[in-house]
């Protein structure tokens, strides 16, 4: 079983950055391709980046790509989301997510999640 765990949300005026971190338990997180998601008030949930198990291959969507980056430290069993050049439709409750198929957390998300984080907020100022 993987617990995850995310921290790092806050308030930040447009055009900031902030880091958001996800920490796992258990010691077969290197085995998990990892995501974020992140999802607004009254919007569905909606993939952000993921990366594979090994840390060599991401994928993000159009959405953040060249503004956020996904990274993992397996010795911490923590995954990374750096987000920067917010903008206000960035505000969401952002999580984190564990698959066993790297490609399925962007493409089929409703059955490729394996774990699920709590989540943590992230607003974002005008």
């Known amino acids: 079983q993987v617990q995850l765990v995310e921290s790092g949300g806050g308030l930040v005026q447009a055009g900031g950055s902030l880091r958001l971190s996800c920490a796992a338990s258990?010691?077969?997180?290197?085995?998990?391709?990892m995501g974020w998601f992140r999802q607004a008030p009254g919007k569905e949930r909606e993939f952000v980046a993921a990366?594979?198990?090994?840390?060599?291959?991401?994928y993000y969507a159009d959405s953040v790509k060249g503004r956020f980056t996904i990274s993992r430290d397996n010795a911490k069993n923590t995954v990374y989301l750096q987000m920067n050049s917010l903008k206000p439709e960035d505000t969401a409750v952002y999580y984190c997510?564990?698959?066993?198929?790297?490609?399925?957390?962007?493409?089929?998300?409703?059955?490729?999640?394996?774990?699920w984080g709590k989540g943590t907020l992230v607003t974002v100022s005008s």
């Open positions: 997510a564990a698959s066993r198929s790297y490609e399925s957390i962007w493409s089929d998300y409703a059955h490729g999640i394996n774990h």
């Open positions: 990366i594979n198990w090994s840390g060599g291959s991401t």
């Open positions: 258990g010691r077969t997180f290197s085995n998990y391709a």
